[in-house]
């Protein structure tokens, strides 16, 4: 499971002297920020996930700042400049159908909200080759 936060781009359109030079800022500007706990409660389904909305938002938030921050350093334009909404994805949703049988399934389930501690960022090379993402870890980068 993965907190999505901001993207670069294609891996192979994206310079590995910028992704080297993003890096060096963003970990200077995370260096600032506390590490964190998130409380990921009951799952909600959306047109295109199910997915744990993560409470409190501002601290991914901050992180997603710093981030875009240190983008933006490199270059004139930051990718992604869309409403950034913390979550955790469980799964995805690849076709059209009723999400009343998942919702009941969801329902059905008595559980407590669980939490999550976040004390690093990593940066991923993500895929979706085989209809499905998949990613391997590129640099992992520690909060203060």
Known sequence: MHLTTQGLGFASEVRK??????LD????RLSSIPAFDL???RPEITPEAIRWEAAPSAPPTEVRSALREAIGTVWSDVPEDDGFAP????AYSNDTGSAAP????LDAVDSRPATAHVSSVELILLNRDQHMYQ?????????A
Do not use: F, G, K, M
């Open 17 to 22: 002297t910028d992704v080297q030079a993003i």
């Open 25 to 28: 800022a963003a970990e200077e």
């Open 39 to 41: 409380t990921l409660n």
């Open 87 to 90: 979550h955790v994805s469980i």
């Open 102 to 105: 998942i919702q009941a399934a």
């Open 135 to 143: 990613w391997e870890h590129y640099a992992r980068l520690p909060l």
